[in-house]
């Protein structure tokens, strides 16, 4: 017998307009749920990841890489609105170097490598309900980047958050929005499919997809790539980097003892008593950066099999339906990730890359480093350090953490930081113009507000 959460569930998909294919996929993850599933991975279950190919030692053709590549397209996540920086609107949309969005340099990325290659290399966004507006506006002053027969985004899904105590779909009439959540980035498959991307895409003649986040301004559109993913005849294939100290957060894949399979384990699926396991970047060498890649012809085939249902593996987020009212009722969110879908193809493989095609903006700290001198923008859109070593960045959350209180504090942009091995502020600082970090500098909480006046050097 259907559950009452799940008739309840499906009646309000579909009464806001819900695609059935995401419909139909969602139930499918209410059944895990209702059955107990958590979507953790023992440890016990997996072996590292230890021989990876390194992108590095491999040499591709040139032709071959422009062939691949002129059948590429390009897909970015831009669902995110950078709520943990304080952002209610797209967090693609913030300024990263003289004025420039991530937007704006991902389409310079594509322009360039249009120019470079002869490719027709579509840029086609995965946005949400809350950033396709703002999104499609910032893209408007580009007349020559769609490609014909294509649009520039497709809608990721969206589904109601469920009562812990119930399973019931949540109610929340003092903002119904927050009734409801995106289903995880995992939806990108079902939303390819249900908006008729995918099949259109294959109309258009491309046959591999690059995907990534937008707030990821490393993953430059890549021939080599795209050929050495050609020639290996993967369906499938993610993008790795060597883990560090500072990676400890991050996904990462392992092989399943049960059949051999390559998986993706994050960190809401690892045991609270097994995390050590999960950050010790000895033991697990490599991290997911997801960026992807994938055969659309065989994502195609996939999709039509299996009716629309992969598979991913589960991820059960417990959170209250109001994230800034502890009281209110905790819900459970029902997310897939998309590197998952590693595990669902045969033959999937991954590739180690180097670490300028990782640039995530999770933070202010991540921002200011980017701004800063520490990285140049190259002639083809990519943000590349300038450095060895990027230098450390730890801002005090209590006057740094949003962009408000971080723009306050940096009127005048970010200090140079190339010649800095870290900067930890504490404290309430407010920087002037033509400040230079050198060394390890740490400027102390002294339970005022402070100011570096302009022109100074800091050194440790």
Known sequence: MTAPGLIAAQAKMAAAGVDQTAIDVFSHYFGELEAGATGLIREDTIEPLLDPPFLEGIEIDDDAARDAFAKTAIIRLNGGLGTSMGMDRAKSLLPVRDGRSFLD???????????????????????????????????????????????????????????????????????????????????????????????????????????GNSDNLGAVPSPTIAGWFAASGAPYAAELCRRTAADRKGGHLAIRRSDGRLILRDTAQTAPEEMHYF????????????????????????????????????????????????????????????????EVFEGATSIVVGRDRFLPVKTTNDLLLLRSDAYTLDTDGALRLAVEAAPLVDLDPKHFKTMSTFEARFPHGAPSLRDATSLTVRGDWTFGAGVVVRGVVTLEDTGKAEVVPDGTVLEG
């Open 105 to 211: 340099l991902i389409v310079e990325q594509v322009r360039q490598a249009r120019e470079a290659t002869g490719a027709r290399l579509p840029l086609v966004l995965m946005n949400s309900f809350r950033t396709q507006d703002d999104s499609l506006e910032a893209l408007a002053p580009y007349a020559d980047l769609a490609v014909d027969g294509l649009p520039l985004d497709f809608l990721q899904n969206a589904e109601p958050k469920l009562l812990v105590d119930g399973l019931m779909p949540a109610e929340w009439p003092a903002d119904p929005t927050l009734e409801w959540c995106p289903p995880g980035h995992g939806d990108i498959y079902t939303a390819l499919l249900g908006s008729g991307i995918l099949e259109r895409l294959l109309d258009e003649g491309f046959r591999y997809a690059s995907t």
């Open 279 to 342: 950050t010790d970047e000895h033991h697990h060498p490599y991290f997911h950066t997801n960026n992807l890649w994938f055969d659309l012809e065989k994502l195609f085939a996939a999709l039509k099999e299996r009716g629309a249902v992969l598979g991913l593996p589960l991820i059960r987020n417990v959170k209250n339906v109001d994230p800034t009212d502890s009281t209110s009722p905790e819900v459970f969110q029902i997310e897939t990730a998309m590197g998952a879908a590693i």
